[in-house]
């Protein structure tokens, strides 16, 4: 059993908090999910990648996670603050297909991402377009309470109306209206947000007929309604990436404390983002997709690496040396941990300072740092490869794949014998082991405790 409390930073309180769940032993979680007009970038994809170690970690835990993640296939303006164009209509126009077909092209195309990531499949993956009745009952139920008002585009949320607005982001919402520039259009107040959008003039392939005439809804409101329908108003964790903060979590709060009178998650967790130059990434503007990763010879898993190297707190700077670097790491891992014999005892020792890094708030640098430590110490060779298969459980990161190794198996074996007879002081027979491996085309240098093998 696990003997280091799980704590977590929660950005409502901006504290590490011990974790405790709603129900024992059971966690429900939310994670946002990607707008499906355009291949995901590697950006979006550090912060699923995130979601996935805070997945793992609890199911190391002893929790069972019920992760529900949705689809936004409609609804998600070009500007957050609600103006610009719906990003699917868009995308549509540019790639002359019909938003539908975006939609599912793209959502297959994430999927896929998430699967070369060795990123595990959320329990439930629910699409904003199959859930418009919840969503119009969501905000029939805000009109009947007063928290919502209409405008000649549609309907809008009050966010005078509630005294705490805001919270999340620490906003200063008397500063926000004096100095924002929004384009306020008929908006009463600078951070009111749309829970449905009419169609009016403009010809749409996403609408559907409401109370309120036939429109779409707003990006905040399907969060709102379908983790409710899947998790109850009150959940455990709620995930998404830090550009959330201010807006779309902020406003799905807001409508879930309007309607049920509290906020709906105990946790709210933010990934940060990965930098490209310190820049923004966007989704079209680079070429920073998994597949254009694998084009230029990296494996997704090495992308995997990169990201656990730094903290889901911090900025991630990407360069394509970073990457090269990670690859090569990955490499080196797995060339050690397959080259170990099997049926060990996982290491105690090892194991207690793992669980303490992963759960003080996921910390998979200080974890990976012991992996390498691990391979590197005097156990055996056994017992060491019990305990990195231990702690791939978080990783994902597939160490002990005998496929992913360039080197044959073999040869790694003679080597690790090599090793041993020259610790056993026996140099006679280390010298004929090295003999065999050169025969076998490849050399052996040895690194302290471990070794290398490279073709010759
Ligand atoms: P989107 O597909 O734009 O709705 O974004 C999907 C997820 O990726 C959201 O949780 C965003 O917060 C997150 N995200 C967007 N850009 C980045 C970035 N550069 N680094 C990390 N996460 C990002
Ligand atoms: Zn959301």
């Given amino acids: 059993m696990i003997n280091a409390e799980l704590s977590l930073f929660d950005t409502m309180t901006r504290q590490l908090r011990p974790f405790t769940s709603i129900e024992p032993n059971q966690v429900g979680l939310y994670a946002c999910g990607p707008t ?3 291949y995901a970038h590697a950006g979006n994809l550090r912060t699923y990648l995130f979601v996935d170690i805070l997945r793992r970690t609890l199911t190391l835990n002893g929790y069972q996670v019920n992760h529900v993640m949705n689809i936004t296939d409609v609804g998600h303006l070009t500007s957050d603050a609600d103006s610009g164009e719906d990003k699917m209509e868009k995308g549509s126009r540019k790639q002359n297909k019909s938003a539908w077909e975006i939609a599912l092209y793209f959502e297959d195309a994430f999927l896929a991402d998430l699967a070369q990531l060795n990123i595990h499949t959320p329990t439930t993956i629910c699409r904003a377009t199959q859930h418009i009745q919840e969503q119009i009952d969501f905000i029939l139920q805000l009109e ?3 928290f919502t008002y209409q405008t000649s585009d549609g309907v809008y949320f009050d966010t005078n109306k509630l005294a705490d607005y805001g919270q999340l982001a620490k906003l200063d919402k008397t500063g926000l209206e004096a100095g924002i520039r929004v384009n306020m259009a008929e908006k009463k107040s600078p951070t009111d947000f749309a829970l449905w959008k009419l169609s009016g003039e403009q010809a749409r392939q996403m609408e559907w007929p409401s ?3 036939v429109g779409f809804p707003g990006w905040h409101i399907e969060c709102s309604a379908m ?3 899947y998790l109850g108003e009150q959940f455990d964790i709620h995930v998404g990436g830090e550009d959330h903060i201010p807006i779309h979590h902020t406003n799905e709060i807001a409508q879930c404390q309007a309607k049920n009178g509290h906020v709906q998650a105990n946790y709210w967790l933010h990934g940060y983002f990965l930098q490209l130059n310190k820049e923004k990434i966007s989704k079209s503007g680079t070429s920073l997709r998994l597949d254009a990763l694998i084009e230029r010879g990296y494996e997704p898993l090495a992308y ?3 990201t656990l190297t730094s903290h889901y707190r911090s900025h991630l700077s990407f360069t394509w040396q970073s990457l090269e670097s990670a690859q090569t790491a990955l490499k080196r891992l797995r060339n050690k941990v397959c080259a170990l014999a099997d049926s060990g005892q996982i290491i105690e020792e090892y194991k207690t300072r793992f669980i303490r890094h992963i759960n003080q708030d996921l910390n998979m640098p200080k ?6 430590e691990l391979l590197d110490s005097d156990f055996s060779p ?5 305990t990195a298969q231990f702690f791939d459980q978080i990783f994902g990161l597939k160490i002990d794949h005998l496929e992913e190794v360039d080197i044959p198996r073999d040869v790694l074996l003679l080597a690790q014998q090599r090793l041993e007879m020259k610790q056993k002081k026996k140099f006679e027979e280390a010298d004929r082991l090295r003999d065999q491996i050169t025969e076998l085309g490849y050399q052996v240098a040895d690194m302290g405790n471990t070794f290398e ?3 010759i």
């Fill in 304 to 306: 995997r690496y990169l």
């Fill in 36 to 38: 499906v007009y355009d």
């Fill in 211 to 213: 109370p309120w005439g």
């Fill in 227 to 229: 983790a409710e329908k």
């Fill in 367 to 372: 974890a990976i740092a012991l992996l390498w």
């Fill in 453 to 455: 093998v490279h073709p």
């Fill in 144 to 146: 009947q309470k007063g």
């Fill in 382 to 386: 056994a017992d060491k490869k019990a």
